[in-house]
Each structure stands twice: as structure tokens, then as C-alpha cells.
């Protein structure tokens, strides 16, 4: 390996990720998951609708993270995607009265193709180059979104109000309970079929495809086909994250989507851990709570708070959530072998 | 023709802008091979500090001089500080501490000095330049400055000694080290310039977008075009790319219809990309052979 090859083409280099660490233990899982579905019985509906962006983000930020911690694609335009994916639902929900549950795998189509499609010229470009294709996406949604054309559909500036779903078959829950509930599920299906898709051979040749292209296409992987299909399948996940955010926040505007909500999603996966699939999850906490809490501390500093306690983060652990996982679980062995 | 001409005389003029903030971004890459989301805000603290001086009554080429220096030191310090303890951590996590920068940067920006819109003096003037309406003679000097930096670092690059050990310690490090350069500190000092370079960047585009603590935000987003369609290995494409990013602009907002200020960034953005795909390394960059 010589340095000068990693100047420009190379993408950006992700840490190798053995294919168990991705998950977490079968016991861990379902102690979160029992935690997930009984907290909602005993806390406030705005804490219950928090806990429910936490999963939406949680998920957008997985969607990122197949992609990156994946295939080694590098993207800052997720936030297209979920706008996509929200516009979808809510044009879907307000103007032909689609179920608001059928419209997401509506949209999570809609965005596997405009993924997939958007990956096709994305294929001859790499690293920086790719980062500045998709930042371009994300720049020109808002703006393609407020086009007089399209307004007819989209409100324009305006947006769009979304009706927000009640539970059904009458059960006494409230309507955020149920969209978390609801959430919960849509958001548990995906994420065992991520780990599944990732385990599988379409999985490790989007992992091959990270670690070296040019070997795993002399192994027989073809690399454009794995490269588009990840962009699809991430941008197909971001496209329900989407949906289901238009349902919670029940309102769409073009200004809610910006280049921000991209960094946002890319912060929380730097600190969940660049493909660790539950750090997803403890990233989107990070990129929910962590900016009111820097509020909390410094109204005028809030940025700066907010500044020094990434690089906080990033200087304990530079391998995100996923590094003290695997101190945890070398602390449990070391536990049990005394 | 002559809406033409002029609108490449325009874009000419504030091609010069992204053309300064695209070398900085080069120099930066060059040194440390990442982009560095937070350089428009470093450029933009240090035009900052310069109109701190000039508002305590230090003329202006003495502010220009004192702030260069400060933010040749500062780059040192963000680099040997924040960035070095880094080096081995992986390049995402590298650049969520660029974004870090950048919020702390720009909310301390805010809170000193707050968010209101400061005028800002331009050394050139801003009568026209030989008679032409569209171009300042603070748009004259614009060029005129980046044209002088450019020619200045293409001799420091390939003419002394320190710019051949940067270039060494940038290409291949390995090799670098072993022939005795401290490719540690060439790091650092690469940050230190393209710090500098931001700030003279930032200090000849204040006249222009005004000062306030978000005034780099666009003009950053242009640099990187700039820079990346030229090429991020070419000082030279940086400087080219900027002065086409600059044209592309204004004549996509004259010429295609239905485009306004809202839709020239994407469009300019579309037509790079378009470049970039025919081109993959930028148009001066050099390709890069891959070993296997």
C-alpha cells in the first residue's frame, strides 16, 4: 500500500467491521426492546412523541449507515430522500386519502428508485466527489420542492398539513402512543431486515465493495449493480423514516429538509459508530437531545456547547458507540471468566 | 452580446471570491488530505479579528498584516490542539470535528461580536474600474490579489525548500520521513497557511457580502465547487474552477429560464457534477494510478 493512492479516488476508508460486532447480543436486544415497549405506559405524550423521532431518526441515521458503513458510499444527501419520502406520504394521505400505513411502503419505492437512479451517474465518483454530488442533492431539494409547478401538490413554501392517524380498532391509547407503537414496529421490521440483508450475500459484497473494489470485482462481485442497489436500499430506508416523521410532526415544509438535516443524520452516525447497526439509534439520541441540551447549558454559546461536546465525544471514543459496546462486552467476558 | 460580455465580466468578479476560498481549501487539502467544512468560519473569524483592530484605530494594512499573522498562528494551534490528537482516528470522525469547528467557530463569532450586518472598507476603493459598470476597482483588486497569491505559492511550492518538504510530507509521508522531513509539523503548517490564505479570502469578500458571522456560509459551499471541479490536487484548478463557478453562475441565472437566485447554487452544482463525470479527478487534478 502506497500513501499516494489515497489521495483522491480512494473513499473514504471505513474501519473493517467484523461481521458479528454489527449487532448486538440476542440478550441485549431483547432487554432494549422490552424497555422500548413498556416505557410508553408510564411517561407524558410529549416524551412518548420524542421517543418516537428518536426511532425515525434512529432509522434514517441506519439508512446512512448500510450505505457508508456498508458499501463505503459517502453521503450528504440523505436529507433529500427523507423529504421525498415525506412529501409521498403526506400528497398520498391529504389528496387521494391513501391509509396512512399504506403509504409507507409507497414511498420506501418511490425512494428505492430515485435512489437507485440517482446512484447510476453516482457510480464514476468517489470519496469528496460523491460527497459533492449528493450535497448538491440535498441543496436542491428544498428549491425543487418549492418550484411553481409543483406546487399544486406540494404547497409550495407553505407545505402541507398531515392529518395525524388514531389508533385503530378502538384501542384506549392515545394517537402519539399509537404512532410509537406503530413506529416501533415498522422501524424493528427494517432493522432485522438490515442485519439480515447485510449478513447475506448481497451484504458482503457490499462489505467487499467497502474494503476493495478492485479485489471484490476480480472475485466476481459486480460492483456497479452492489453500488446502486445500496444506494437504493439506504435511500428506500430514509424514504420511510421520512414518511413516518411527515405522520408524526404531521406537517411538511421544503425548509424542514435542508443540508442540515443531512450533517445531522451523518453526525449521528459518526457517533453511533460507522457501521454498528444499534449505534444507529444511540447517534440519533445524541442529535436529538444533545442540541437542547446545549441550550439548556448557554443560550448565547449554545453552538459552541454544542461544538465541544462532539469533540468530547469524538476524543473519548473515535469509533462511536459501537467502541464502548465492545468495552462493555470485553468487560462482561473478563467479569465472567473470574 | 453585450448582456454576454458583461455577465462574464460579473462572473468574473465573483469567481475571484470563490476562487480565494477554493485555494484555501486545496492548501488544506493538500496538507492534510480531508476538505475542511470549517475553513469559510476560521476565514471568517479572521476577518473579524481585522476589523476588531481597525475599530481600535490601527490603520488598515497594519490590521491586515496583524490579523494574518494571528491566523497563520491560530491554524497551528486548531491543528496541533484539536486536530492532531485525531490523526489516527477514522476520516468520519475527522470530519464531524471539522463540524464541530464549525459550531463553535460561528457561535462564538456570534457571541462577541453578534449578528448584526458591520460595514466592512476595501483598501482598492469601489469606483469603476476603467469605465466598466460591472467590475469595482475592488473587484480589480480582488483578482489582482488572488492572481499574486497563486503566482506567489506556485513559486513557494516548487522553488524552496520548505514547499518541496510540504509537498514530500503531503504525497507520499512514508518516504517523507524517511528522507528526514517532520511530516507532523508540515501538517501544521499547511494549516497555518490555508488559514492565512482564508483569511485574506475572507477579508477581500467582506467589502462585498458584508461583515456578519454567516457571511461564509454560501461562499464556502461555491469554494469547495470551485476547488473540486478543478481539481483538489492543482493550486492552479482551484484558482481556474473558482473564476468558472463564478461565470457558470451568472450566466445559468441570465440565460436558462425559470432559474432565479434560489435555483442558480443547484444548477451551478449540476453542471460541476456533469464535469466531474466526465471528468473524475476535476479538470487539473491529477489521476491518481491505484496499485493493486
Known sequence: MSAAEDVVTEAPAVEAVPKRAMTLGTGTSLLVL????????????????????????????????????????????????????????????????????????????????????????????????????????????????????????????????????????????????????????????????????????????????????????????????????????????????????????????????????????????????????????????????????????????????????????????????????????????????? | MELFTNQVLAGIATGAIYACMALAVVMIYQAIDHLNFAQGEMAMFSTFISWQLMQWGIPYWGAFIIALALSFVGGIAIERILFKPLAKAPVLTNVAGFIAL???????????????????????????????QLISTHQAGMIGVTVLLLLGLYFFFQYTKIGLAMRAAASVPESARLVGINTSWMIALGWGMASAIGAIAGMLIAPVVFLEPNMMGGVLIYGFAAAVLGGLTSPFGAVVGGFLVGVFENLAGTYIPGVGNELKLPIALALIISVLVVKPAGLFGRQIVKRV
Request: glycine letters at 12%; hydrophobic letters at 55%; aromatic letters at 14%.
Open chain 1, 34 to 338: 422490552a424497555v422500548l415497549l413498556i416505557v410508553p405506559v408510564f411517561v407524558k405524550n410529549f416524551i412518548i412523541f420524542q421517543m418516537t423521532m428518536l426511532l425515525i431518526y434512529g432509522l434514517a441515521v441506519l439508512a446512512l449507515n448500510i450505505l457508508t458503513g456498508g458499501s463505503g458510499q459517502f453521503s450528504l444527501g440523505q436529507s433529500a430522500f427523507y423529504a421525498v419520502g415525506a412529501y409521498t406520504s403526506a400528497v398520498l394521505m391529504e389528496y387521494f386519502n391513501v391509509n396512512y400505513a399504506l403509504t409507507i411502503p409507497i414511498s420506501a419505492a418511490v425512494c428505492f428508485g430515485f435512489g437507485y437512479l440517482f446512484g447510476k451517474p453516482a457510480l464514476r465518483l468517489s470519496g469528496v466527489y460523491l460527497a459533492l454530488a449528493t450535497f448538491a442533492l440535498a441543496t436542491a431539494m428544498p428549491q425543487l420542492l418549492k418550484l411553481n409547478f409543483l406546487e399544486h401538490w406540494t404547497g409550495g413554501v407553505q407545505g402541507l398539513v398531515v392529518t395525524k392517524p388514531d389508533a385503530p380498532f378502538g384501542l384506549p391509547m392515545s394517537q402519539d402512543t399509537w404512532l410509537y407503537y406503530f413506529s416501533l414496529a415498522v422501524v424493528l421490521a427494517i432493522y432485522i431486515f438490515s442485519v439480515n440483508l447485510l449478513r447475506s450475500r448481497s451484504g458482503r459484497a457490499f462489505m467487499a465493495i467497502r474494503d476493495n473494489e478492485i479485489a471484490a470485482s476480480s472475485m466476481g462481485v459486480n460492483v456497479a449493480l452492489y453500488k446502486t442497489l445500496a444506494f437504493g436500499v439506504s435511500a428506500g430506508i430514509t424514504g420511510v423514516a421520512g414518511s413516518l416523521g411527515a405522520i408524526a410532526v404531521q406537517f411538511v415544509a421544503p425548509d424542514s429538509y435542508t443540508i442540515t438535516l443531512a450533517i445531522s443524520l451523518f453526525l449521528g452516525m459518526v457517533v453511533g459508530g460507522v457501521g454498528w447497526l444499534p449505534g444507529s439509534f444511540v447517534g440519533a439520541a445524541f442529535i436529538i437531545f444533545v442540541p437542547n441540551m446545549a441550550e439548556g447549558i448557554s443560550k448565547g454559546l449554545s453552538g459552541a456547547v454544542f461544538g465541544v461536546l462532539l469533540f468530547a465525544v469524538i476524543y473519548l471514543v473515535p469509533h462511536g458507540a459501537r467502541q464502548i459496546a465492545i468495552m462493555g462486552q470485553q468487560l462482561v467476558g473478563r467479569l465472567r471468566k473470574n
Open chain 2, 102 to 132: 464549525y459550531a463553535i467557530i460561528n457561535s462564538s463569532a456570534g457571541l462577541i461580536w453578534d449578528f448584526t450586518i458591520k460595514q466592512y472598507p476595501t483598501p482598492f476603493g469601489s469606483s469603476p474600474f476603467l469605465g466598466s
